[in-house]
């Protein structure tokens, strides 16, 4: 359960929900993630493939 706490808000449920950003935060960090394995790999001269 990520996001900023106040925006997890509903009536019926308090706090205890996902944040409606969940999917699009999930989808920036693998970007990431996926972008700095790309950039070491480089920078080690081995191909993304085998690492």
């Keep these: 359960m990520g996001g900023h ?3 997890r808000y509903r009536p019926a449920t308090g706090f205890a ?4 950003y969940c999917a699009d935060l999930t989808a920036l960090i693998v970007r990431g993630r996926e972008r700095l394995a790309e950039d ?4 080690r001269g081995t191909p993304a493939e085998a690492a």
């Excluded at 929900?17 to 409606?20: E, K, L, T, W």
């Excluded at 070491?40 to 920078?43: H, I």
């Design 5 to 7: 706490y106040a925006n």
């Design 17 to 20: 929900n996902r944040s409606v």
């Design 40 to 43: 070491l790999d480089r920078l």
